[in-house]
């Protein structure tokens, strides 16, 4: 199995790629500029999203979309979304896509999504509404894919326990009633996850166990 990570210098990339490498998989970071990469000694294409070709994508199995816009760029999620729905129509490969918690019910009924709640931070609200738009995309699309939403507070310096928990499309606590994950647990779980094919062409939640946003 082999996977190439989009925008694997970024923080969550960067998390996936640790996570990959720890796991002594076959991975490859597609980054804009190589030299923005924190790890040494592993695959890479430089170039951006954007100009990828079908041809670049053969050589792997899974992509995996960490893709982060620039503040104000937020409808790119959109724009990289259909991009790659394009360069993996008609092939088996399959597409792993970093979501926003803002996508996710707060209700049983799924009548309200938690960035149409009042207190929802207002900086997050064009990438929650671009993700939201993208994961209808894949909903849509013919492709292989799933679409991985962090906890509502998504921690760049928590640590790496292992322990997370799953749930679907609503919020999810832990057992402290934190909807709390670190990016280390999340890229356990999405790597889990790319190992199972639990979750096929659906989206799912994940929160970490045994630890609290004080921890």
């Given at each position: 199995?082999?996977?190439?990570?989009?925008?694997?210098?970024?923080?969550a990339?960067?998390?996936l790629l640790?996570?990959?490498i720890?796991?002594?998989l076959d991975?490859?970071?597609?980054?804009?500029?190589?030299?923005?990469l924190?790890?040494?000694?592993?695959?890479t294409?430089?170039?951006?999203?954007?100009?990828?070709?079908?041809?670049?994508l053969?050589p792997f199995?899974?992509?995996i979309?960490?893709?982060?816009?620039?503040?104000g760029e937020?409808?790119?999620?959109?724009?990289a979304?259909?991009?790659?729905i394009?360069l993996?129509e008609?092939?088996?490969?399959?597409?792993?896509v970093?979501?926003c918690?803002?996508?996710?019910?707060?209700?049983?009924g799924?009548?309200?999504?938690l960035?149409?709640?009042?207190?929802y931070?207002?900086?997050?609200l064009?990438?929650?509404?671009?993700?939201l738009?993208?994961?209808q995309n894949?909903e849509n699309a013919?492709?292989q894919w799933?679409?991985v939403?962090?906890s509502?507070?998504?921690?760049?310096?928590?640590?790496r326990?292992g322990?997370?928990?799953?749930?679907g499309?609503q919020?999810?606590?832990?057992?402290?009633?934190?909807?709390?994950?670190?990016?280390?647990?999340?890229a356990?779980?999405?790597?889990d996850?790319?190992e199972k094919?639990e979750?096929?062409?659906t989206?799912?939640?994940?929160?970490?166990?045994?630890?609290?946003a004080?921890?």
């Open positions: 199995m082999k996977i190439a990570i989009i925008g694997a210098a970024g923080k990339g960067t998390h640790n996570e990959a720890l796991r002594q991975v490859t970071a597609i980054v804009k500029n190589v030299a923005t924190s790890v040494d000694n592993v695959s294409i430089g170039k951006n999203l954007f100009d990828l070709t079908k041809g670049d053969v199995d899974i992509i979309n960490a893709f982060a816009p620039l503040p937020e409808h790119l999620h959109i724009s979304g259909h991009h790659l394009s993996l008609g092939t088996t490969k399959k597409l792993f970093i979501g918690s803002g996508c996710l019910f707060v209700d049983s799924k009548t309200t999504r960035m149409e709640e009042e207190e931070p207002q900086d997050l064009d990438t929650s509404k671009a993700q738009q993208n994961l894949l013919s492709i799933t679409y939403i962090p509502a507070m998504f921690d760049s310096e928590g640590p326990t322990h997370y928990l799953k749930g499309d919020v999810l606590v832990n057992s402290q009633f934190n909807s709390y994950i670190s990016y280390a647990d999340f356990v779980a999405m790597l996850e790319i094919n979750h096929p062409n989206c799912f939640t994940v929160v970490s166990e045994n630890v609290t004080a921890s």
